[in-house]
Each structure stands twice: as C-alpha cells, then as structure tokens.
C-alpha cells in the first residue's frame, strides 16, 4: 500500500515537473530563444526562405503554363522582357544619382530643393508620358507626329511592335521608354537649379515630356522623317541628352545667372558645391544606371549586349582621364567636379553610336568629349549662362559631339556613303535643337506669363530655397558655414566666409 501511494505521489510530482517545464518552453520569450539556438532558425537556414518562394512561384508559374507551348520564340520573348525589365529599372535608378550629382554641385541651403525636384519629376514625367507623351511618340505612322492608343489603350501593332513573342509587351517598352523621358526633364533640373520656381519647373516638365520630347522622339524612334532620312541615333545622344540640354539652356538663359555668380567687372566667379562626396556618388550611380540606358536600348537579349557594355565603359573611363588630364593642364590642378563631368561626357558622347562602333572608336569619342567639357563649362560662364552643374556642356554639347561622331565611326549599310551618312547627322541635330529651342522658350515665356514669375525672389534666393519654398532644412541641427558670400542658410549677412570681407 505504502509503495503504492509513493509511485503515486512520485507520478503527481513528474507531471507537475513537466507542467511547469512546457509552460515555461511555450512562453514568448523563452520560446523565441529556443527558436534561436536550434540549427533550423539559423541565418543560412532563414536566407533560404526568399529561395524557396520563388522556386514555389516557378512552380506554380509553370504548372499554369502548361497549355503555353515552350518554343524557342517564346523563351527568347520571356527572356527580352526580363533583360528590358531589368534595364528599366536601371535606367530608373539613375534618377538617383542626378538627384546626388546635383544637390552636391550646389548650395547646402537649396539641399531638399533639388531633391524634392529630382524625385517628382520622374513621377510627373511617367503620368504625362503615360497619358499622351508615349502614344504621340510612337503611334502612327505620320513623318512629324504620331497619335492613337492614349493611355496605353492600343495593342502592339500601334505602337510599331510586333505582338509578343516576336516584340516586347507593351508595358515593359512603354516602362523603358517612360526611364529616358523622366532623364530628358531631369537633365534641364540641373541647369536652372538654386533660383528655379518649384511650380513653374514641375510645368515645364510635364510640357518637355508630354510634347516637346515626344515629338521629337518620334521623329527620330518612331517611324518619323528623321528615322526614315537615315538619321543614327541608338540610344538617345541626341533624342534624350541634347533635348533635354537645349531646354536647359533656354531655362538658365531666361533665368539669369544666379546672384553673386558674377563680380562688379561681369567676370564668373566659381560658387562651390557643398558636398563633392554626394558628387561623386551620383556620378557612380549614373555610370552604373547606364549599363540599362545603352545596352538596354537593344531591345533584346542577345550578344550584342555585352558589346555595347564595354563600348559604353570605355567611352565612359577615357572620358574621365581626358577630362582629368585636361583640367590638369588648363588649371594646375585635377578638379574632381570636372573628372566627374569628363566620366558622364564620354557616357553621353558614346550613347549615339555604342551599338555600331569598335572599341578603340569608343575610346576616341570618349575622351575628346572628356576634352571637350573641360572647355565648355568655362565658355558658358563667359557667356552668362550660369549652369550650376554643368548640365548644358555634359549633355548638350557633348550629345552633338556624339552624334555627329556616329556619321564618321558607326559601320554603314551598303547603300549609305560616309559623306551622306554625316550630313543625315547634322540635318537632325540641327532640326532637333531647332524645333527644341523655339518649344522651350514657348514653354519657359508662356508660364512666367501664367505664374506672373519664373525666377524666385532675390530674399528666397539668399535664404536658400529650403526654407522659402519647402520649409524645412537637408541638414537640421548641423551648424551650417556661411556661403562663399557671406550668407548664411538663413539668408542673414555673416562676418566669416570664404573670401567675404564686411565693410
């Protein structure tokens, strides 16, 4: 009887003890910590979770596609679009390295000012390219305009694409080209930065995407005279970088220089970008960004994607050494702001004919537009065109080297000599820069005639633009230096500066 009562008493005990073990192992906490020290919730094992879902989603993608016949056409098609995809993104991304390259050209006090112009312009560009500027530019088949399938109503054929597997879906195409639209607007931010309206930019961008670009553009892209002349130009030298450069210059003329660029005497004085380190990361990001901007713009996975990559990086690292060597030479010193301009003139220069040159021809364009933009920039401060970021030397001016460079490097067709095939190169810069130049200055007079004033005020202009137009600051709580004039971010006349003396 005793023993029985023991073992009964002892059974009692064991379940208790094993109550309150399982109790404690199913607490959060505890729980959590068992979870931790086991094999089965280490990092190698949680990394192969995402692995895991898209092997799940494969399957599932190819159990619904087994009425698809898996031919070599449709494999090829699946594998344009990604490769497309993929480029897009990259050239979407390329937004933020104008958007690093031009707040570290310019003043701390106008920071969030060039951001917040950099981010919405790719926004507003997509719905105005969306809505009217994609259809405009390559709908119909007229020689000066297209139109039809607005809003991305029409099917391929409308677009001048064959349907999938043959050509690209609409939407990857329309995605990729909506990347060089937002980069055609983006380019004219930086010339008219620190005295820009916000208002009056974020209209003219949607006017330059929504109908200056896109006319253009299908002049040159969709089926319009300039294609059918015989005109080159494979990735945008001239359809993207020198429209949006011509708008640029227009914008930063009619603005004015900005106030102190220029001495009692009218000689340029330099206004230093506040962070060469934003600078130069922006321009890291661009020339990366530019892998999906030329390559991409084969429109199609196949061999010669790699060769336009390397015909783009060449260009892109002979810009930067002429550019370094130059500035060397010309001023005693290598200039980081003009080895970063260099690398980003030899990507533009090279971007016409990338598809159709050797690679000692690509090095050769490259570096005469690393030259080429050591000389510009200085040449348009003498002419009062102040251009903050040296965006009309880069992509204008460099964008007509690079084109007209295509008609003496680029591999012809038999029935094409070099002689016509340069004069084709020349009627379209030049009919480009043209029609260009009288649609932004229809543009830029027709808004100051709507808005009263494109320009901001000369106190915003000294408080930074920060805090009149945005009301908030890049850098709060940071003591902030005076400017090389003598203002501070809050517009108030300091005693200490660079080269600032008080009477």
């Keep these: ?155 391929a054929t409308d677009y001048g694409l064959d349907p999938f597997p043959a050509g690209l879906p609409i939407p990857v195409f329309f995605l990729f080209q909506a990347a060089f639209a937002g980069t055609a607007a983006t380019i004219v931010s930086g010339a008219v930065a620190e005295r820009i309206e916000f208002s009056a930019f974020l209209f003219f961008s949607l006017l330059i995407v929504g109908i200056s670009y896109a006319i253009t553009g299908h002049w040159i892209w969709g089926g319009g005279w300039l294609q059918e002349l015989g005109f080159s130009d494979f990735a945008g030298s001239t359809a993207v970088h020198s429209v949006g450069g011509w708008a640029a210059l227009v914008g930063a003329y009619l603005l004015g220089p900005r106030l102190g660029k220029y001495d009692e005497n009218g000689q340029p004085r330099a206004i230093p970008g506040h962070n060469m380190g934003f600078a130069t990361l922006g321009c890291l990001i661009l020339w990366i960004g530019w892998f999906g901007f030329n390559p991409g713009s084969q429109l199609a996975a196949d061999e010669n994607v790699v060769y336009i990559a390397v015909t783009t990086n060449l260009a892109a690292a002979a810009g930067g050494a002429t550019a370094t060597i130059t500035s060397w030479f010309k001023d005693s010193k290598p200039d980081l702001s003009m080895i970063i301009n260099g690398v980003l003139a030899g990507l533009v220069g090279i971007t016409a004919g990338c598809n159709g040159v050797n690679y000692l021809e690509a090095v050769i364009i490259g570096g005469v537009a690393g030259i080429i933009v050591v000389y510009s920039v200085p040449f348009f401060d003498k002419l009062k065109i102040d251009d903050p970021v040296g965006a009309v030397s880069v992509h204008l001016v460099c964008g007509i080297w690079g084109t007209l460079a295509t008609g003496f490097f680029i591999e012809l067709s038999e029935d094409v000599t070099r002689s016509e095939q340069i004069i084709n190169q020349i009627i379209g810069i030049f009919s480009v820069g043209a029609f260009t130049v009288v649609m932004s200055a229809i543009f830029w007079l027709g808004l100051k005639a709507i808005l009263g004033q494109i320009r901001v005020h000369p106190e915003q202009e000294f408080q930074g633009l920060d805090i009149s137009e945005h009301g908030m600051e890049a850098y709060t709580g940071f003591v902030k230096e005076p400017d090389s004039f003598g203002y501070n971010v809050s517009g108030e006349i300091s005693d200490s500066g660079p080269g600032f003396e008080r009477e």
């Design 1 to 155: 009887m005793t023993s029985k009562l023991t073992f009964r008493s002892n059974r009692t005990k064991k379940r208790q003890l094993l109550s309150a073990r399982y109790s404690s192992f199913l607490e959060p906490t505890a729980l959590m910590n068992r979870l931790r020290r086991t094999r089965w919730f280490s990092p190698a094992t949680l990394a192969c979770i995402p692995l895991v879902c898209i092997i799940i989603a494969l399957w599932a993608g190819a159990a619904a596609a087994q009425d698809q016949e898996l031919t070599p056409e449709y494999i090829k098609g699946v594998l344009d679009a990604i490769w497309i995809l993929v480029a897009s993104v990259l050239v979407i991304f390329m937004n933020a390295g104008f958007g690093m390259l031009e707040t570290g050209f310019c003043r701390q006090k106008n920071a969030v000012n060039i951001l917040a112009k950099n981010l919405i312009v790719f926004a507003l560009a997509t719905l105005v390219f969306w809505s009217i500027g994609f259809s405009i530019m390559f709908a119909g088949d007229h020689p000066l305009i297209g139109g039809g399938g607005f809003f991305l109503t029409g099917e």
